[in-house]
T-cell receptor, first 113, second 112 residues
Framework: KAGVTQTPRYLIKTRGQQVTLSCSPI?????VSWYQQTPGQGLQFLFE???????NKGNFPGRFSGRQFSNSRSEMNVSTLELGDSALYLC????????????FGNGTRLTVT | GESVGLHLPTLSVQEGDNSIINCAYS??????FIWYKQESGKGPQFIID?????DKRQGQRVTVLLNKTVKHLSLQIAATQPGDSAVYFC???????????FGKGTMLLVSP
């Protein structure tokens, strides 16, 4: 079974631009969550989607948004990029059952210059 | 909000030693915890999990211990190998099994 797939692996953008990242969950996993990883803040929860609905949201500004499609694939968007948005963005998928851990992709490395 | 934290940022061991990585959590209502390993350039990889109705769980070369009284988790790695070098995170799973609260991570360095 294929794992969580994230594209692209690397992105370089300039301040003020916007970016869209993509995540394909493990087959059968309907919950997709996103995390930002930086050296200073560690791994922080952005938001979680299930059945095309955002159910949980972390403490990030409205420039960070996402969506989920009917096939459970998800995208996240960051608008008006700032230098501090440079980070590794990780996607995880889950079966949402007891004793079912979340599985991560290898992330998208975003650099804002 | 409540968070999960780690005591040691870096742990250096010799190959063959046993390693112990510690983690404190603050939400006494949490009932499911996961340890992840993250290698350079990769996403976190599941190692082992434990529910709050257990105090110990063993995997291949790894053991997780849970002390609910003091809200403490530890990951023990037996006969540590150079391939175990990575950053290790403990994570607290929310009640819906859909989101994680991570600790800051401990870097494990294994010397041959």
């Amino acid at each position: 079974k294929a794992g969580v797939t994230q594209t692209p692996r690397y992105l370089i953008k300039t301040r003020g631009q916007q970016v869209t990242l993509s995540c394909s969950p493990i087959s059968g996993h309907r919950s997709v969550s996103w995390y930002q990883q930086t050296p200073g803040q560690g791994l922080q929860f952005l938001f979680e989607y299930f059945s095309e609905t955002q159910r949980n949201k972390g403490n990030f500004p409205g420039r960070f948004s996402g969506r989920q499609f009917s096939n459970s694939r998800s995208e996240m968007n960051v608008s008006t990029l700032e230098l501090g948005d440079s980070a590794l963005y990780l996607c995880a998928s889950s079966l949402l059952t007891e004793n079912s851990p979340l599985h991560f992709g290898n992330g998208t490395r975003l650099t804002v210059t | 909000g409540e968070s999960v934290g780690l005591h040691l940022p870096t742990l250096s061991v010799q190959e063959g030693d046993n390693s112990i990585i510690n983690c404190a959590y603050s939400n006494s209502a949490s009932d499911y915890f996961i340890w992840y390993k993250q290698e350079s350039g990769k996403g976190p990889q599941f190692i082992i999990d434990i529910r709050s109705n257990m105090d110990k769980r063993q995997g291949q070369r790894v053991t997780v211990l849970l002390n609910k009284t003091v809200k403490h988790l530890s990951l023990q790695i037996a006969a540590t190998q150079p391939g175990d070098s990575a950053v290790y995170f403990c994570a607290e799973v929310n009640s819906g099994y859909s989101t994680l609260t991570f600790g800051k991570g401990t870097m494990l360095l294994v010397s041959p």
